[in-house]
């Protein structure tokens, strides 16, 4: 019998662990799938409007939070503007 049986086997770790890796990247990296948000999206940029005032000062506080803050309330700060599409 020859010594180069079993040859093959030791290839298979080195061949199985970069198969594993490219197969995990390609599932969690999704490149092929991804959306190209600069290429494939029109945005409309218009001027910042409001206005900034101030309200009350607090001074030498030891709370940790505002209360009333919407930190956790994406939808109710971040809403998309509608109006026309032209």
Known sequence: M???SGLWL????PVGATALYWALY???????????FERE???MAKPVTGSDHKVDEIKGTQERRI???????YRQRVQRVRGDSS
């Open 2 to 4: 020859s010594d180069d």
């Open 10 to 13: 030791l290839a298979v770790g």
């Open 26 to 36: 390609r599932y969690y990296r999704n490149t092929d799938k991804s959306h190209a």
């Open 41 to 43: 999206t029109d945005v």
């Open 67 to 73: 209360d009333g803050d919407n930190v956790s309330a």
